[in-house]
């Protein structure tokens, strides 16, 4: 079992910038997981693929943050994070954190979420 538990969300201006963290349970291993992402939600609309980072550091990202948004892990503190830049009001939702583990079966893991809200 895998928690992982999202932090840094809240308000900003348009052309901002926002950290989100996304720390695992310390029993978890990051760098062995399958893929960690960041995914976002709006009301009314299906959850979207952000950014995600493979156990190999290969990362991709939805076009529409591609040379604004920047995923990455800390080592030492077992942690995936979304630097976000440049922010826009159309970026505003709620962020969630996933973890893809295993490896004949594939386990789905999700973070509580946190809110981001980008004010024009």
């Known amino acids: 079992q895998v928690q992982l538990v999202e932090s840094g969300g809240g308000l900003v201006q348009a052309g901002g910038s926002l950290r989100l963290s996304c720390a695992a349970s310390?029993?978890?291993?990051?760098?062995?997981?399958?893929?960690m992402g960041w995914y976002r939600q709006t009301p009314g609309k299906q959850r979207e693929l952000v950014a995600t980072?493979?156990?190999?550091?290969?990362?991709n990202y939805v076009d529409s943050v591609k040379g604004r948004f920047t995923i990455f892990r800390s080592v030492g503190r077992n942690t995936v994070y979304l630097q976000m830049s440049s922010l826009k009001p159309e970026d505003t939702a709620v962020y969630y954190c996933?973890?893809?583990?295993?490896?004949?079966?594939?386990?789905?893991?999700w973070g509580q979420g946190t809110q981001v809200t980008v004010s024009s």
């Open positions: 996933n973890a893809v583990v295993g490896i004949t079966t594939r386990y789905n893991y």
């Open positions: 310390a029993s978890a291993n990051i760098f062995s997981f399958n893929t």
């Open positions: 980072i493979t156990s190999g550091g290969t990362t």
